[in-house]
């Protein structure tokens, strides 16, 4: 949805842009086009292959990109090293990239066999693996429940902590082998059985829900008036917090609901520009079937 991304930010030349997410660079080419010739872009990934990426492919515009490795919930201390105050547009894009998927060799994918680390910056934090091997089978049905909307989280962690107990699942191959037998038949479903554990676990792995949360509850205050930030969402759970935080920034008030008026003079921070997501063109999905699931939405600073 680069198109609709540009359009969304309302982009122009000069502008200072934050991509949170930079992912294989893609958003970040387009939005340096639409600033040229004097926009600034701070690019930020918490994957140093990203970073060594961006490096490569943003090049031509070195002059006018800051290139961070850090997660995007750090933005406000990024911005205040570099000097830079209140931004024109901030991006997002939650996906996976098409390295993690086929390229980082961590375990992302059920496609292949490889180590289950999982973790966005591998430098950091615990492995797939390790959650694994030392969650009991409780936090594990909470993990695919709660993260992953796994209708047979249960029966699924059971295998899981059973599994564990005669030898190490230490592969992406092992972990998608056991999942379609706790979760029984595929039946007429469209993805395959393990799709939902390994989002959950990716999703624990790399504490997304939470860092996200965390970030937009305080990004207004790095937008200057009139600045926009735009979310590409992939799966209803982060979408809803997206939906969530946006409409908390535009309507604050903290008042019990018994009160005829406001009385705790809150005033909005955001304006929601899209009351119900931008999906993908169905050329675009046929395009770029990962597409096919993106939900953007957008607000703008007051």
Known sequence: MAAEVVATLDLAPGRTVVDGTLGGAGHARRILAATAPDGVLVGMDQDPDAIANARRVLAPWADRVHLVQANFVTLPEVLDRLDIPPVDAILLDLGLSLHHLEGSGRGFSFQRDEPLDMRMDPTSGRTAADLLATLPAGELERIFRD???EPRARSV?????EARGRAPIATSAELA???PRGRGPA???RIHPATRVFMALRIAVNRELE????FLGAVPERLRPGGRICVLAFHSIEDRIVKQQFRLHERPCRCPPALPRC???AEPRLRVLTRKPLRPTPAEVAANPLARST???AAERC
């Open 147 to 149: 993260y992953g909307e």
């Open 157 to 161: 962690a059971r295998r899981i902590v």
């Open 177 to 179: 082998r056991l999942v």
């Open 187 to 189: 039946g007429r479903s």
């Open 211 to 214: 860092v996200l949360e965390s």
């Open 263 to 265: 009385v705790c003079d």
């Open 295 to 297: 939900r953007l939405r």
